[in-house]
């Protein structure tokens, strides 16, 4: 979407704290209107990539066959974002450099909102068919497992690994205690 690139283009140029709205869209040649179409503000450009990075884990977990046991599953899906990390490795690295350059982001910016991770472990409860919230254990594993991939997240987008960046990625979420 051209509303989102300008909008990433003039963060990157001059940082989020100095860009508006009415800079995104003049330099985007679009109404306000339009753009509170897609973004309620400012903020929501920079939340899209977190939004859509727990939908493709949400997904995965979903689309996993029933009999996988959760620790597998949660295996699997940080795989599968890890691979769209490294895809998309310019882009993080600069969502990463807009956040840490603006005092605002960096504030009120925390990576997985704890919802999330209460969603996730729901998901996987579902899974067995069990009602009533999901228990400790599980919201613990999935908890191990976000922590793993921020650590590899971090560790990646800093050049801190060598070789393989998936199969570093692999190996730290192997670590999940097996069920």
């Not at 209107?33 to 903020?43: G, L």
Request: charged share 25%.
């Amino acid at each position: 979407m051209l509303t989102a690139e300008t909008a990433w283009r003039l963060f990157i140029e001059r940082g989020y704290d100095n860009v508006t709205v009415a800079d995104i869209c003049a330099a985007a040649e679009i109404a306000p209107r339009t753009f509170h179409r897609y973004f309620p503000t400012k903020n929501d450009v920079i939340l899209e990539p977190v939004r859509f990075m727990t939908t493709l884990v949400s997904e995965h977990v979903d689309s996993s066959p029933a009999d996988l046991p959760d620790a597998a599953v949660l295996r699997s899906a940080m795989h599968a974002l890890g691979v769209f990390v490294v895809e998309h490795r310019q882009w993080l690295g600069a969502l990463r450099t807009v956040i840490q350059e603006s005092h605002h982001l960096r504030a009120t910016h925390q990576g997985v909102p704890p919802e999330r991770e209460q969603e996730l472990s729901a998901k996987l409860a579902a899974r067995h068919g069990e009602s009533g919230g999901p228990g400790w254990r599980r919201r613990l594993l999935v908890a191990y497992a976000v922590a793993a991939f921020r650590i590899w997240h971090d560790d990646y987008l800093r050049d801190k690994i060598s070789g393989d960046p998936l199969a570093r990625l692999d190996e730290m979420v192997a670590t999940i205690e097996q069920e």
